[in-house]
């Protein structure tokens, strides 16, 4: 498939470039359906407080917890922040698990605290959109394990899910991967600038999520600046994520590099570079694979991608080790500035009919004055 040639961008009435053109000839915006952002945005997330299915030495809190221990919180300026505790010590040869509490105090309030973080899942579900995240940090460090995700409500991993943010320790290069049912494999020659992830020295295309240690099919961008210190040091950036019926596709852009569509509002994918990673509808119906997802944002330590990959990192100790000292997680934190969701608008049909000059030589007007209407209806 390709991404490139998939739409093509048109001049809206208001003279910028804002609609485009799906392969049946339909011409299409993509028109804002919801905002996450400032002292609303965790009005519409529900944090998760059950154990860590990835087996990490974690423990999720409530939003009580969260809120009154400083895991979660907008800055005055509307920075939404959470992270993990950074400030609790636990004594020299302790593990810092689920069966070891750690008193943390805050003013007159004692709060209880186990290795604690955040994991936060919208209540909206979606199937299709365009997901565009501005952070100035995504977290990062040794032992910690990260998430910007979507995933379905039914059966894991039937329903679907999508890992557009994803890494472990000080990588420097995000993964973004797919986690589907029976049916569902990466295809290769779709176009997408990273490199495909591999089991045993072969590229791993077999989305099947109940298969390989869950693996799933993954990317990996090539980019040294779409994960960990070198992205947070060029002031973070965005991260975007586009599902319909032609594919999945991801991108990610460090401050200086994203589009001034995407800074005004009005995003035209179709106008981007080629994707970092890619899911083609050839291999993988994205329809049929994912279904009502919720976003989801985390922060896990250790577990079992963070944990089993420690030896091999280069960090030093052991990941249990790395846990003991509150100043390692200094960078593990999520400072996020805006999440749009974005759905297609559908402006006109592909043309049929008997008269096919007719057609189309009212379509430019018939375009612009759809165009102006929309853009009128946004702007009140």
Known sequence: MEWQSSGRRGSSASGSSSFEYDKNGSSFLWVIQDTYEGQSFFDRFGFYSDSD?????????????????????????????????????LPEGTDRSRSVPAVHIVGSNVFIL???????????????GLFILDVDRAPWGCGVWPAFWTVGSGQWPYTGEIDIVEGVHDNQHNQVTWHTGENCTLTPTANFTGTIVQTNGQDNLNCYGNTNDNAGCGITEWSRASYGPTFDAQGGGVFAMKWD????????????????????GQPNPSGWPE????????GCDPIANFVNHSIVFDITFCGDWAGNSYTTSGCPGTCAERLMDPSNFVNAS???????????????????????QSHSASLPIIWA????????GLAL
């Open 245 to 264: 019926d032609e594919g999945i596709a991801v991108w990610s852009f460090y401050r200086a590099a994203v589009p001034a569509d995407v800074v005004d």
């Open 53 to 89: 299915p990835t087996h990490g030495t974690v423990t999720y809190v409530n939003a009580s917890t969260a809120f009154s221990s400083g895991l979660a919180y907008v800055t005055n300026d509307n920075k939404v922040i959470m992270k993990g505790d950074n400030s609790t010590w």
């Open 114 to 128: 186990i290795n604690c973080s955040v994991r936060v899942s919208s209540y909206a579900q979606y199937n299709t």
């Open 275 to 282: 994707p970092d990673a890619a899911l083609d509808p050839a």
């Open 369 to 376: 004055l759809t165009s102006l209407l929309i853009f009128l």
């Open 334 to 356: 999520w400072i996020i500035n805006t999440l749009k969701v974005y759905k297609k608008q559908i402006i006109s049909g592909e043309v049929s009919g008997a008269n096919p």
